[in-house]
């Protein structure tokens, strides 16, 4: 069973191909022709996948960089082992860089293609659901730094992303749950009727059913092409991909990581939800449905009392969205009628990141 999808840009275009249950590369072959392969992965995907992604590269001369797992390996270290692997196998602009993994690893890998020789090509191979339906496409790339997400990185756009279903089957359920805070945050963007067919088939989901999967990713890979193919730098539209993000993103620095990705993104829907109803702009019936909808894939919807709310907004104001000192945030008209919400004042913030944190215990 195969989709492919096709994201068309000023100056790249791309196809998505969605397989069941392989990698499959064969319309890639003709251009890859004479050209030498990285494969960078790491270290918790390495064992499962490397070997057969290697092998689809008989004929090629092959190298492999495998990096250590984890968000706090998202950094300048990791980055130039990148770079140092494709320095000793002597590498040029014209060959290529292969990510096989998670989001880190594809914005890992993505920052080093763009980063090599001022730029050269790099194909995804996402493994997680969180990097098929999200990082993977669109071109972001980069790594951390102390003090924000993503700090350092570029815009620079895959050759093609290949994505194998059957990877979900090795998820960890946390994992693949935090996955699923991603394509919920679809639905509150502008895909009403995408939080109805998430509710639907909800038990399919879970039980990994293979139909209902490669229509989850189809799905999540369409309603992001169609803002990145308007708006590919983030200048407008794009940025309504932010919804949860502001928050989320101070959320996982605050906690040294102790939330994934997803976890953080669920938790900055349900503020973002509580600030719009504060603010009036929707009511509190929004962030009642988005609470269900990640109650019921174990995601979570109260911040732990560990990371007070003064200090998640102090590190908002780091975010790479913060302009002259502005928040800038996605906020909810309702269900799938998100915006850009520019000068919110730091009381009403604060209010809402209160409201979805849980109260610290009373001492004894």
Known sequence: ????????????????????????????????????????????VAPLYLA?????????????????????????????????????????????????????????????????????????????????IDASVGGKTGFNHPQGKNMIGAFHQPKAVI??????????VREFNAGIG???KYAGINQPTFYAWLSENMHAIKAQNQKVLMELIASCCQFKTQLVE??????????LLNLGHTFGHAIETVSDYHYL?????????????????????????????????????????????????EVVLQRMKSDKKVINDHHRLILLK??????????VNDHDI???????TYSPPESA
């Open 350 to 356: 604060l209010q809402a990141i209160k409201a979805c």
């Open 230 to 239: 308007q708006d590919e730098k983030e200048q407008g539209v794009r940025a």
């Open 261 to 309: 990705h997803g976890e953080a993104v669920a938790l900055g829907m349900v503020m973002a939800a509580e600030l719009s109803a504060n603010l009036r702009l929707c009511s509190a019936d929004i962030r009642k449905m988005l609470e269900n909808l990640l109650q019921a894939f174990d995601l979570p919807i109260m911040l732990d009392a560990d990371y007070p709310a």
């Open 182 to 184: 991603e394509a919920i």
């Open 52 to 132: 057969d992604v290697l092998n689809l590269f008989e004929g090629h001369v092959v190298h492999s960089c495998v990096l250590k797992d984890g968000e706090q390996h998202k950094n300048s270290s990791s980055w130039l082992q990148i770079l140092d692997a494709l320095a000793v196998h002597r590498f040029n602009r014209s060959d290529v860089l292969v990510s096989l993994g998670g989001g880190i690893v594809c914005d890992m890998t993505g920052f080093a293609a763009a980063s090599w020789m001022r730029g050269m090509s790099f194909i995804q191979m996402p493994t997680t659901l969180l990097s098929q």
């Open 334 to 343: 309702g269900m799938g009628q998100a915006f850009i919400a520019e000068g």
């Open 163 to 172: 994505i194998n279903a059957k990877t979900l089957a090795t998820l960890p």
């Open 1 to 44: 069973m195969q989709t492919q999808l096709n994201i068309t840009l000023p100056n790249a275009q791309y196809p998505i191909i969605i397989d069941s249950d392989q990698f499959d590369i064969s319309d890639l072959r003709p251009w890859l022709k004479d050209k030498k392969v990285m494969v960078v992965t790491n270290e918790i």
